[in-house]
């Protein structure tokens, strides 16, 4: 329980105020400051500067399961007042209203104590005390009550975003009422939690409102839905006075948690920018752009100008945050190395001259590539012919590409599920033969709104994949984790399909067991990544060190003369050309200003109701990211699934993922073809 000493005054609550202008430290402001403090100056500023994360809030929340997860905790909280909906102003006065009764549930109330504004997603008021409820879109077991703190008692780095959350959240309540006790917790999906009826997750539906808000609709609720709790409180107060008394973390030194607050919100408020520090956390900065005058200003380059006194053509060259996987940047900029071009050897950290035994070019050796060739302004792509060749030369025809596509549902579709279990609710497969012939092989698609998929998907891609003993290919260890999932599911489950010891056998015949699995195995047709070859065998500098499929696509077509004849004609899709299931006289090959275009961007848009610049943060993401095209494809399954829409927009969307997985496989193949030319 945690007490927030504060001034006794007539009115205790002393959240309402007058004039109020906006420019107040809300939970999402703080947390943005806590990654950079700078950053509070440029956010909020859409039309000044460039906001690469600046993601339409109703389509994040929905493809997280935010929308579903709260309305479910809600109905473990009957009887509430929803506020959430009103204006802040209102808000604030609405929820002073209410707490005026001895006992209430509000959902969503508001809270203001200086420049500091907090929305509680659930608060309980009972027997003189107030409990916090912050709902979040992620999963938990009791198992894991002690991975808050580390072994040395500091705060776990995963979790620090949530307790800072509601730590301020909490202080602020706190400091606003202060004649009350507060009780904190998190709500979380239990992970051992099972379903206790089929159906939940259609029982809440979701319609779009203006403002990236939702109305969610929970239709015919029964006991017997609420019997198991999904979600679980789970009480931080411990963790949350830590952080208010500066224990387990350095993060709000010198100034102390409280001081960090005011400092925070009286910078905001007078739109002061914090100056800043500049780091390897710059990589990771939204508000970065390389458009030119007349564009949106990039808050990076004004952040390194004010540090380093840099002009305009400093950014010309990459920055040391562009070099691939390194891990030194902080060092490296506080030794004044800013561009890739000033790294040199000794600044990679190699050891034996960076071998790490295995054949291509090694983590360390892949950077100083990317190193030289800036340096040498070499924009030809670097390919290990020898060792592609002796890998090419074991593999088996026909060569069989696939690609998944997966969501998580917070909210399971049947009886004995968990929350949050993996569905794989999609895929695509090309086939090239030994002769170069390539086709669209087949492709699987099961978005029906409640329909469990897994094993349907796992069938159809047995069907696909038996006939022959081929080299099957993937992009990245994904695929492999997925078949993971589902390998544990059918294990797991209380009434399995019939035809489970086939599927489970599959599974291990094009498949490898992750670590941590109680069962190994290792398939005799495990899937070949092709992202790891990309690493070790290929690097291109239009690629700018990234590695996901979206960017080394483009590069491929740009630099491969045999890619360009073969698909600038309307082959794909054609009759007499290649077999496709989704496109019918395609041309792949674009050019503007003497460049390829990049084939993503021929495809139609997924969404008709999404602005391109927020589809373009939809399709960004590394390969490392379980979410391809960086959350296109789960936001579309998510609005499949729970959206309210019309048949037409429904088809809308379906026939877009279908192309948008089909150009996966599609890329894959083209990567493939690009190296054979070279080793032949």
Known sequence: MLCFPHSRVEKPILYVRKNMTGRYLTKSRFLLAMECPTKLFYTGKPNEYADQSSEDPFLAALAEGGFQVGALARSYFPGGHMIGQLDDQV????????????????????????????????????????????????????????????????????????????????????????????????????????????????????????????????????????SVRLLTPVPVDTYVSMIVNGEGTKDFDPLGFWGTLRYFAECYAEDR????????????????????????????????????????????????????????????????KLKVDDLEEQDLGMRDNGDDGRPGLSRTRRQLLQIDKTKANDDKPFIDRDNLKREMGAWCFPLHFIDFETAMAPIPFTAGRHPYEMIAFQYSHHVVEENGGVRHAGQFLLADPGVFPNYEFLRALKTELEKDQGSVFRYSHYENTVLNVIHRQLREDESPPEDSEKLLAFIESISHSSSGNEYSWQGSRDMIDLLDMVKRYYYHPLTMGANSIKYVLPAVLESSAFLQRKYAGEVYGAEGGIFSWNFKDKRWIEKENDRVKDPYLLLPKMFADIAPEEMEHLMSGEEE??????????????RLQYEEMQDFERQAIVDALLQYCELDTLAMVMLYEAWREEVS
């Open 273 to 336: 920018k914090i100056p800043p520090e500049p780091g390897g956390k710059c990589g990771k900065c939204q508000f970065r752009s390389s458009e030119e005058n007349g564009q949106k200003k990039s808050g990076l380059k004004e952040c390194w100008k004010e540090a380093f006194g840099w002009r305009d053509e400093d950014f010309g060259q990459p920055l040391v945050l562009d070099l691939w996987d390194y891990r030194k940047k902080d060092k490296a900029i506080s030794a004044g």
């Open 91 to 226: 808000a604030l006065a609405e929820t002073a209203r209410l707490l005026q009764q001895e006992n209430v549930v509000l959902y969503e109330p508001a809270f203001l104590y200086e420049n500091l504004f907090v929305r509680v997603d659930i608060l309980v008021k009972e027997d003189g005390c107030l409990r916090l409820y912050e709902v979040k879109s992620k999963s938990w077991s009791p198992a894991e009550e002690k991975s808050f703190v580390g072994k040395r008692g500091t705060l776990a780095a995963a979790w620090k975003p949530y307790l800072y959350d509601v730590a301020f959240q909490a202080c602020v309540v706190g400091k606003a009422m202060p004649e009350f006790s507060t009780e904190v917790f998190l709500m979380l999906a239990d992970k051992t939690a099972r379903c206790p009826t089929d159906g939940l997750n259609r029982k809440f539906r979701i319609r779009r409102l203006s403002g990236g808000k939702a109305e969610v609709l929970a239709v015919d609720l029964t006991p017997d839905d609420l």
């Open 625 to 638: 990211n379980v979410i391809r095209h960086g959350g296109a494809a789960m936001t579309a399954y998510a």
